[in-house]
Nanobody, 122 residues
Framework: QVQLVESGGGLVQAGDSLRLSCAAS????????MAWFRHAPGKEREFVAT????????LYADSVEGRFTISRDNAKNTVYLQMNSLKPEDTALYYC???????????????WGQGTQVTVSS
């Protein structure tokens, strides 16, 4: 089981930026992609973005396209989520996760971190 630790969350105002980090304890042969999900109170867990380790192919949710950027540092086994132009509706607990293939489907993910809280005030 891959251990994932998220960090970088905090309280910001609308329009501000944050960069989240997810450090993985290991990178296995079957863990070919990393993703960010978020879960806000009263809402279902929502896909945010994902990236493959090899080529760096990315997928984004429509709600964050153009504002968020996912990236990775293979040498550090770390994935980042640069969040710009934050909105109050971005407020959620953000999780990172691993998958064998690039996918938006929550069922495709194997290991999950504990989450880091992002709160955006208006």
């Amino acid at each position: 089981q891959v251990q994932l630790v998220e960090s970088g969350g905090g309280l910001v105002q609308a329009g501000d930026s944050l960069r989240l980090s997810c450090a993985a304890s290991e990178r296995t042969f079957s863990s070919n992609a990393m993703a960010w999900f978020r879960h806000a109170p009263g809402k279902e867990r929502e896909f945010v973005a994902t990236i493959t380790w090899d080529v760096g192919i990315t997928l984004y949710a429509d709600s964050v396209e153009g504002r968020f950027t996912i990236s990775r540092d293979n040498a550090k086994n770390t994935v980042y989520l640069q969040m710009n132009s934050l909105k109050p509706e971005d407020t959620a607990l953000y999780y990172c996760a691993t998958s064998t293939v690039l996918t938006r489907a929550i069922s495709g993910y194997n290991s999950w971190g504990q989450g880091t809280q992002v709160t955006v005030s208006s």
